[in-house]
């Protein structure tokens, strides 16, 4: 009895054996081939052998700017301009100078380098370049600042409190021009002009409505941008005498009519009235047309009107 029921004990524990020394070379080959197969499998990625912090590196290099590109309104230089160049490593290269008319500088070692036409980051570039090409300063690290604009210049003319010439070092616009002049006077036209040359050579002349620049219109504010030129025009008047109580000459507002300008003389006296209103004004000829107006009618510059004294 005792030896029939250790017989299936003895029995299974060598089928168990058995079976766990038939599944044990499989389990290693798996384990083996895994990263075999790690590495050829086609959807696997191959693994990474690029130094520690290189792709820091190139991500940094990745999302630095072109500055082989520049921007739209950067400024280039000019004749006249006054430039301060230095050289990484290489004081004795230090130099202040100034860009002749015919575009050039001139720089130690490498004699005249044109710059006319360039932008900062252009002209660096092209001292570096020159510098490397004698054999004087490979790869030299080269930086430039401009310390007096002067070849790009804007006129401002006209009714404003400091006319003249004034530099810009970009593209800037009518209201920070106006700015540089001192502002409109009081005698200046609410309508001013801009006028510039096209690209047949030509000119080209932009009124704006100062009501609107100083709105905050965007479409008024306009670029200003080399040899343009800003002028502003004295406000227009017209002239009003006769039975008014203050006649003399006064500002003519845009779509003043004839009723207005009666008001702004101080209106009629006693004995004015609005049938000896005659309005005076001079033809394409040069010659003065005397009239009666309607009080609806809208002035013009210039124009004079007369009023009659009433007999009844």
Request: hydrophobic letters at 40%.
């Given at each position: 009895?005792?030896?029939?029921?250790?017989?299936?004990?003895?029995?299974?524990?060598?089928?168990?054996?058995?079976?766990?020394?038939?599944?044990?070379?499989?389990?290693?080959?798996?384990?083996?081939?895994?990263?075999?197969?790690?590495?050829?499998?086609?959807?696997?990625?191959?693994?990474?052998?690029?130094?520690?912090?290189?792709?820091?590196?190139?991500?940094?290099?990745?999302?630095?700017?072109?500055?082989?590109?520049?921007?739209?309104?950067?400024?280039?230089?000019?004749?006249?301009?006054?430039?301060?160049?230095?050289?990484?490593?290489?004081?004795?290269?230090?130099?202040?100078?100034?860009?002749?008319?015919?575009?050039?500088?001139?720089?130690?070692?490498?004699?005249?380098?044109?710059?006319?036409?360039?932008?900062?980051?252009?002209?660096?570039?092209?001292?570096?370049?020159?510098?490397?090409?004698?054999?004087?300063?490979?790869?030299?690290?080269?930086?430039?600042?401009?310390?007096?604009?002067?070849?790009?210049?804007?006129?401002?003319?006209?009714?404003?409190?400091?006319?003249?010439?004034?530099?810009?070092?970009?593209?800037?616009?009518?209201t920070e021009l106006l700015a540089m002049a001192g502002g409109i006077t009081a005698k200046g036209s609410s309508v001013?002009?801009?006028?510039?040359?096209?690209?047949?050579?030509?000119?080209?002349?932009?009124?704006?409505?100062?009501?609107?620049?100083?709105?905050?219109?965007?479409?008024?504010?306009?670029?200003?941008?080399?040899?343009?030129?800003?002028?502003?025009?004295?406000?227009?008047?017209?002239?009003?005498?006769?039975?008014?109580?203050?006649?003399?000459?006064?500002?003519?507002?845009?779509?003043?009519?004839?009723?207005?300008?009666?008001?702004?003389?101080?209106?009629?006296?006693?004995?004015?009235?609005?049938?000896?209103?005659?309005?005076?004004?001079?033809?394409?000829?040069?010659?003065?047309?005397?009239?009666?107006?309607?009080?609806?009618?809208?002035?013009?510059?210039?124009?004079?009107?007369?009023?009659?004294?009433?007999?009844?």
């Amino acid at each position: 009895m005792t030896l029939r029921k250790a017989l299936p004990i003895a029995l299974l524990i060598q089928i168990a054996a058995l079976a766990s020394c038939a599944q044990a070379p499989a389990g290693v080959e798996s384990r083996q081939a895994s990263p075999r197969a790690a590495a050829t499998s086609p959807g696997a990625a191959p693994r990474a052998t690029t130094p520690a912090g290189s792709s820091a590196r190139a991500a940094a290099q990745g999302a630095a700017p072109d500055s082989s590109t520049a921007a739209p309104n950067e400024y280039r230089l000019g004749p006249g301009d006054i430039v301060k160049i230095s050289v990484y490593g290489n004081p004795d290269l230090a130099t202040e100078t100034e860009v002749s008319q015919g575009g050039k500088i001139s720089f130690p070692l490498v004699g005249e380098v044109a710059v006319g036409g360039l932008t900062r980051g252009e002209a660096e570039r092209a001292i570096s370049e020159s510098l490397g090409k004698g054999g004087f300063v490979p790869n030299a690290y080269v930086n430039m600042l401009v310390s007096q604009y002067r070849s790009q210049q804007v006129s401002v003319v006209g009714e404003v409190n400091k006319p003249g010439n004034y530099a810009i070092n970009k593209a800037s616009s009518v209201t920070e021009l106006l700015a540089m002049a001192g502002g409109i006077t009081a005698k200046g036209s609410s309508v001013i002009a801009v006028i510039r040359k096209d690209s047949k050579g030509g000119t080209v002349r932009q009124e704006i409505d100062t009501r609107k620049l100083f709105a905050g219109s965007d479409a008024a504010n306009v670029r200003i941008t080399q040899d343009d030129v800003i002028y502003v025009p004295a406000m227009p008047v017209f002239y009003i005498y006769g039975e008014v109580r203050q006649p003399g000459s006064y500002p003519l507002a845009p779509d003043m009519t004839v009723r207005q300008a009666l008001s702004v003389g101080g209106g009629l006296t006693v004995r004015g009235t609005e049938r000896g209103v005659r309005l005076d004004r001079k033809d394409k000829d040069g010659k003065v047309v005397s009239r009666r107006p309607n009080l609806d009618d809208k002035l013009r510059p210039d124009d004079v009107l007369q009023i009659a004294e009433s007999w009844f």
